[in-house]
């Protein structure tokens, strides 16, 4: 005896499975036809205020990170030089009464004779110190990559001896001795040249002071590392298009020094603008002032307890050097591939 089973319709079919779907309202939706998120996403609910909290927390973090330099910032840079420009109008006196004077201590310096002839003295060895010590070096440096690896660590050796500042310049200060130095050797006995007055001459002083600095202030180290990293198949590629030693320099190495150069640059006119222990141990502005620069001669006013006076001439120098970093970044190209 057969069973009968009810045979089911289409139409029973799809009436069931509207009924289940009816049962299961979200079944639809987690099936991946395009109605929904696919099976298993975040909710979109959920995982917008997440990445909200995640931004909000990291610009905390990165808040948090600066602030410290911030505040070293404002309290050691911004400050002080607010307070510079305030105590200028002032008569800045060490004891009794401060009063407001305006613009007198600008119009005193503006009209110093000894004024510009700081500013002429600070000129000329800032040029002299950008060309002998801050161009140089890049020559000698691209030269000195063309030397086996070897020799190249020796020379990065000899070229940067530690040597602190204070003890250098003693050094150099007995070289440079009219009497006894070893540069007034060199000339007599080596060269057969007359005495010479090195640092006693007005004429000299400045060369000689720069002078140093190519032997161990230079930049040179850094043009050199700056040198080693550049790919080696720039320059296999260049000697396969025929390229020369010079067109290599002119479009592969100097190129790629853009960047530090132009950063060594702003350190270069701003520490030479700024010149005064190496001067001041030297020659202390002599002869007859042709080495006394700008912060020299503001250290003197000081001395004098001519606090307004140093105080508008620093404004002063802090203009111009200002006025020289700008032009240099508005007119000096970083990028290497321009």
């Not at 029973?12 to 036809?33: T, V």
């Not at 109605?35 to 995640?54: E, K, M, N, Q």
Request: no cysteine; charged share 15%; hydrophobic share 50%.
């Amino acid at each position: 005896m057969s069973s009968q089973q009810p045979t089911v319709g289409a139409g029973d079919r799809a009436d069931q499975g509207a009924d289940q779907g009816a049962d299961r309202p979200g079944e639809a939706e987690r099936s991946g036809d395009g109605a929904g998120p696919p099976l298993g996403s975040p909710d979109i609910a959920t995982v917008a205020p997440t990445s909200h909290r995640l931004s909000r927390r990291r610009r905390l973090e990165g808040g948090l990170f600066v602030a410290p330099a911030f505040l070293f910032q404002l309290s050691w840079g911004w400050y002080p030089l607010l307070m510079a420009f305030v105590i200028s109008l002032t008569n800045a006196r060490f004891r009794g009464p401060i009063e407001f004077t305006g613009l007198e201590s600008y119009i005193r310096m503006w009209n110093d004779p000894l004024v510009g002839q700081a500013f002429k003295v600070t000129a000329i060895y800032a040029a002299l110190s950008l060309a002998l010590t801050f161009m140089i070096p890049i020559v000698v440096a691209i030269l000195l990559m063309e030397m086996p690896k070897r020799h190249i660590r020796w020379m990065m050796l000899l070229w940067f001896l530690p040597l602190s500042g204070i003890a250098s310049t003693l050094l150099f200060r007995y070289m440079f001795n009219a009497q006894y130095g070893l540069f007034q050797y060199i000339a007599t006995e080596w060269l057969g040249l007359p005495p010479q007055p090195f640092l006693n001459s007005s004429d000299q002083v400045l060369f000689w002071l720069v002078f140093p600095g190519i032997l161990f202030f230079g930049p040179g180290l850094i043009y050199m590392a700056t040198l080693q990293g550049i790919p080696a198949s720039y320059y296999e590629a260049a000697e396969i298009e025929g390229a020369g030693f010079w067109r290599k320099v002119w479009t592969i190495s100097l190129p790629r020094l853009r960047p530090v150069i132009s950063m060594l640059l702003i350190f270069a006119v701003i520490g030479s603008s700024q010149v005064f222990e190496f001067p001041l141990i030297m020659t202390g502005g002599g002869p007859g002032g042709a080495s006394r620069t700008v912060v020299m001669y503001l250290y003197d006013l000081l001395r004098s307890l001519r606090y307004a006076d140093a105080t508008a001439l620093g404004v002063f120098l802090f203009v111009v050097t200002m006025a020289l970093v700008i032009i240099q970044r508005r007119f000096f190209r970083e990028d290497p591939d321009t």
